[in-house]
């Protein structure tokens, strides 16, 4: 008996353990979905029900949204690995490359720190699950959803007319908002805290940027195309061009006083005064230089990378490197070259060896 409890309480406190641990990474840990396969298991267990709760990191109203909607976790899966794809992407050439771990804590302690990295983050994979969300909206993958098809069928004043299938890019950005921004919600209703205040601004920044960037397409039809009628609908952009919008964004963040109440404000006596647009990103600490490795930091230095002795940009070796200097190895690569056609019929090739330098930072 007395063993038994014992046997109960210490599996109580295992959980609140793991529970602690998850929470001392709750930064984001939604953000597992991208990279783990954990959201189709749950739709295709028998019961979602109690499959919802065994998603590690999920707060309570995340839960909640995946218990109503189990194949809505299928949407989240796929805006964060959007995201993280996209992120890994616009990075390649910078010295923090968007690494991820394939443990629950994604991108390590990289966001433990309010930095403009962490900023792209948080902007990038809220984006993300609105465009998943809004193209399977689209593709008819929701049961709550649809095309959005308000105007269905009316005329413009330009005189073509509404058809096909409009993102329903609204019940997108709900969706975001209600999943994605659910953890901040909850801690900062316990407490504000400028994290909160960042994280909050910089999901709402992605979405933003992606609701900007709806754009209508048409088809003509008539004979022979001669576009004697219009239909038009309003669509998402590639993920791509959302993905650009926001490294843009990513260089001209904005710095944030850390005292900041309510609302985030400038940092800087001179600069206060001055506005914060809604879709700016907004970071609170300084990055590190990413130069070096830093276990602790989660970060894995330069070391070894691939730099371009030509660039001038970020993937120069100069810069890159950190001023370390660089590694060159020459390497033949064989190719079929001067190719011939000959009569008839086939096609005869030299083979020929190019030499490439590649430089790798010391
Ligand atoms: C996650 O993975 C990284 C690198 O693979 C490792 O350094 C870190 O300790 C892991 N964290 C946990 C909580 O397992
Ligand atoms: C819709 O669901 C199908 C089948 O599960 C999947 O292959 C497709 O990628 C989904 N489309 C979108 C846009 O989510
Ligand atoms: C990022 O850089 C590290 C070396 O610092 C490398 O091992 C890794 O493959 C790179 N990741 C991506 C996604 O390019
Ligand atoms: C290196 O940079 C130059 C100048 O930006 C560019 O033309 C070239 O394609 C780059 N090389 C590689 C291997 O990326």
């Not at 990474?25 to 919802?52: K, N, R």
């Not at 995946?66 to 805006?79: A, D, V, Y």
């Not at 950005?173 to 921004?181: I, P, R």
Request: with cysteine.
């Amino acid at each position: 008996m007395e063993r038994k409890r014992c046997e109960q309480c210490q599996r109580i406190l295992v959980s609140i353990i793991w529970g602690l641990t998850l929470f001392s990474v709750v930064d984001g840990t939604w953000m597992y979905l991208g990279i783990s396969a954990v959201g189709s298991s749950v739709t295709t267990q028998e019961d979602p029900d109690s499959s919802c709760t065994e998603v590690p990191g999920l707060v309570s109203p995340q839960i909640e949204v995946c218990r109503k909607n189990p194949e809505s976790l299928l949407c989240i899966s796929e805006g964060a690995r959007l995201g993280i794809t996209e992120c890994q992407y616009q990075f390649r050439n910078e010295r923090w490359n968007c690494t991820t771990n394939t443990n629950y804590t994604v991108f390590g302690d990289v966001l433990r720190k309010g930095t403009r990295e962490t900023a792209f983050i948080y902007a990038i994979l809220s984006a993300g699950v609105v465009h998943a969300t809004t193209k399977s909206c689209s593709a008819g993958n929701l049961t709550d959803c649809s095309c959005d098809m308000s105007h269905y069928g009316e005329h413009d004043v330009e005189g073509w007319k509404w058809g096909g299938c409009s993102d329903n890019i609204q019940y997108g950005l709900w969706f975001s908002k209600t999943f994605v921004d659910a953890p901040e919600v909850m801690t900062h209703e316990s407490g504000r805290n400028i994290r909160n205040t960042m994280n909050l601004h910089n999901n709402e920044a992605g979405r933003i940027v992606a609701e900007r960037l709806m754009s209508l397409k048409c088809r003509c039809h008539g004979v022979s195309g001669s576009c004697a009628v219009k239909t038009c609908w309003r669509s998402l952009p590639i993920f791509r061009d959302i993905g650009d919008a926001l490294k843009d964004k990513y260089e001209l963040s904005v710095p944030i006083a850390r005292r900041s109440k309510r609302r985030p404000r400038r940092k800087g006596k001179t600069k206060r005064r001055q506005p914060i647009k809604t879709d700016d990103l907004i970071y609170v600490h300084k990055s590190p230089n990413y130069c070096r490795p830093n276990e602790k930091k989660g970060i894995l230095g330069t070391v070894g990378r691939l730099c371009n002795k030509t660039s001038l940009g970020s993937d120069s070796c100069d810069l890159l490197c950190c001023g370390r200097g660089y590694n060159t190895q020459i390497v033949t690569y064989v190719s079929r070259c001067h190719c011939k056609f000959v009569w008839c019929c086939h096609v005869q090739c030299k083979t020929c060896q190019t030499m490439i330098e590649k430089h790798t930072c010391k």
